[in-house]
């Protein structure tokens, strides 16, 4: 199969039923534009009028708040624009706007435990909670801190929080003291929510002793709110200032929501933490609303009572973009433990019970998927999947193709990208468009993205730095403990004058279509010329024998060389045939320049919490250089296999 080969192509009768479809026909009637049926046309329409199309997102939605009269103002300001200046509206009355008994939430636990909540039950929890914060003193920008598992908790809580326009910020319990203590003491938050612990492969894990430690380190945090998740609270709650979760909800309920201004905080996100500690970004209200929306309805194709999933720990930017489907009045689906628990074969069979319509998850996990040798549509009934989301990391051909040949031959695959940066995706799905093999389908609306050579150059079909041109309402507030913006400037507009630069690399294809070909500062450039590292994976992990793998350019004799890590199966050794099987892939797949001269085994890669390989992190250590912060890893223990090898001395 070709890299631009078609693997799916809706009819024209589905495109018309399309969310995408019945908002453009409201813009022709409201704008006088007619798109024609054409995507492209749309998307030109959306970057040329910023205001039109934003204010129009928001009256063919019904936001719930007063918009007031100006649209967007700094337009031309990189950093420095704002949509929506004068308006005022509350992120959770609108996740929560008809308050019916049809499901809200759908929470599955690794013993096979399944809660639920209708969205009146879900509205009822959230106004007791907030009575009770409001209680304890919280209000407008003070921060609550949850360390706390992927289960309805979580979501109660958030909402609570934003229904009093408190600004919420939220770790996985996988992290240790260290991890968390990084991001939270920076943010000083009054309310810590928590568990007293956690499941994972059938494990409990105790999480009282850190809770214990953040409570006597961070002296902001005047109260504790604890979940008892595995059955150790009372470890906790015999504490000063310490209150049991089951207990807040018996407080009386808060009255009304409280109007928050548009660019108010909602959310403050981390940087992965691997070159240093975690940088705090601080997203607005109006502007995560707005995009999660656009991107719902218009790129997804959610509908009212439609069942949303996305495997992701509360520590990911995916965990706030799925709670946000509660804005369309979906139902999200939450699942929290190990995915492969007790087989491959578990969320497949929950992606049955639940009816998803949405399934999102990362490209490792498909990869991990097809590698097990499970085949969902032998063990599953799919048919009523139509959109499969996959982030985290470039989707390969081969996981493409087990989508399409091994779980539903007829949906939307939509490879997406974007990030914590910008809680949303900079490009990402279209159901009105065809799927191609290796491609993300197109650029998002609103957002003006362009691929840009180091010159500043608008390049088509080459390689270069992913960028967008204009302003878009869910760029970061800012950076916390960044008064002048300087870290925030630092981060995204330096390179290019009044454009954000997004830090991948990346192509825009024939089909208008886009490659992410890895993070630009983890790029390769042997011989001066820049390779993406998405290029070498694809093949190498396409190969059954390979688990994973891991690309890095060592400096040596004034040139760079490509070294190639693979953690292969239990049953296989890196021997002669095996290192030529690799060479051979790479050079066919890609080209003779992206061959490795060196291949290692080891025994694992060290990852981040989120599941993204640390390219930089083995990078360093191959140079003799300090990893800053192996908090920010998920298995920081890995990080001693890279030291001192042989193979790579000369």
């Not at 929470?107 to 209680?135: I, P, Q, Y």
């Not at 902001?220 to 709110?225: A, E, G, P, V």
């Not at 050579?453 to 992913?466: A, R």
């Not at 099987?581 to 061959?595: D, M, N, W």
Request: aromatic share 10%.
């Amino acid at each position: 199969m070709t890299a631009q080969s078609k693997l799916w192509q809706p009819t024209q009768s589905e495109i018309e039923k399309t969310e995408l479809t019945d908002f453009a026909n409201w813009v022709k009637t409201h704008h006088g534009f007619d798109w024609e049926k054409r995507y492209e046309d749309l998307w030109s329409w959306s970057v040329e009028y910023p205001e039109l199309f934003w204010d129009s997102i928001w009256r063919w939605h019904s936001v719930l708040g007063n918009k007031g009269n100006k649209i967007l103002i700094n337009k031309d300001k990189l950093p420095g624009a704002q949509f929506f200046p004068d308006a005022t509206l509350n992120f959770a009355e609108n996740l929560l706007q008809n308050a019916n008994d049809q499901l809200a939430l759908s929470s599955h636990h690794e013993n096979g435990k399944v809660e639920t909540l209708t969205r009146r039950e879900l509205k009822k929890n959230v106004l007791a909670l907030a009575g009770w914060m409001k209680s304890q003193g919280l209000g407008k920008g003070d921060r609550v801190a949850a360390y706390i598992p992927n289960i309805q908790q979580a979501v109660v809580t958030m909402l609570a929080a934003a229904s009093l326009g408190a600004i919420y910020s939220s770790c996985s319990p996988d992290f240790g003291f260290n991890g968390v203590f990084d991001r939270f003491s920076q943010i000083e938050p009054r309310l810590l929510i928590t568990v007293d612990g956690y499941f994972y492969a059938g494990k409990k894990i105790s999480r009282v002793d850190i809770v214990l430690q953040l409570k006597e380190k961070m002296p902001s945090l005047k109260h504790i709110l604890v979940h008892d998740y595995s059955g150790n609270a009372s470890d906790l709650i015999s504490k000063q200032d310490i209150t049991l979760y089951s207990n807040a909800l018996k407080h009386p309920p808060l009255r009304k929501f409280i109007p928050c201004n548009f660019n108010d905080p909602l959310y403050i996100l981390y940087s992965s933490g691997t070159t240093g500690i975690p940088k705090c970004i601080v997203h607005s209200i109006g502007g995560t609303l707005l995009q999660h929306i656009k991107e719902h309805r218009l790129h997804s194709n959610i509908k009212k009572n439609a069942a949303v999933f996305y495997f992701t720990t509360c520590g990911w930017m995916m965990w706030n973009w799925l709670v946000s489907a509660l804005a369309t009045e979906a139902k999200i689906v939450l699942f929290e433990g190990n995915p492969f628990f007790p087989n491959a074969e578990r969320i497949w069979k929950m992606a049955e019970s639940e009816n998803l319509y949405l399934l999102g998850t990362s490209a490792k996990f498909i990869d991990a998927s097809r590698k097990s040798g499970v085949r969902p549509n032998m063990i599953a009934d799919l048919k009523n999947l139509k959109v499969i989301c996959s982030t985290g990391s470039p989707l390969n051909s081969e996981g493409f193709d087990f989508i399409y040949n091994h779980v539903n031959g007829n949906l939307q695959l939509a490879s997406i990208s974007g990030g914590t940066d910008i809680v949303s995706c900079f490009v990402l799905g279209c159901p009105i468009r065809p799927v191609y093999t290796g491609e993300i389908q197109c650029k998002g609306l609103g957002m003006d993205v362009v691929i840009l050579s180091d010159e500043g150059k608008i390049l088509y079909g080459e390689q270069g730095e992913l960028c967008c041109k204009s302003a878009f309402p869910s760029m970061p507030i800012g950076f916390w403990n960044d008064p002048d913006g300087s870290k925030y400037k630092a981060a995204y507009f330096e390179t290019f004058d009044n454009i954000w630069r997004h830090g991948d690399w990346a192509t825009l294809t024939e089909n208008d279509g886009i490659i992410i070909h890895g993070r630009s500062d983890a790029t390769l450039n042997p011989g001066g010329v820049r390779i993406g590292t998405a290029e070498i994976y694809r093949p190498v992990e396409a190969l059954d024998e390979v688990v994973e793998a891991l690309v890095v350019g060592q400096t040596i004799n004034n040139d760079v060389r490509i070294i190639l890590f693979v953690r292969l199966r239990d049953d296989m050794i890196l021997n002669d045939d095996l290192q030529d099987k690799l060479k051979k892939e790479i050079r066919a797949k890609a080209t003779p320049r992206h061959v490795p001269e060196v291949i290692c085994a080891v025994k694992d890669i060290p990852r981040t919490r989120s599941g993204k390989i640390t390219e930089l992190a083995v990078r360093d250590i191959i140079h003799n250089k300090p990893v800053k912060n192996t908090e920010a890893l998920a298995n920081p223990e890995a990080l001693a296999l890279f030291y001192n090898l042989p193979e790579l001395l000369g």
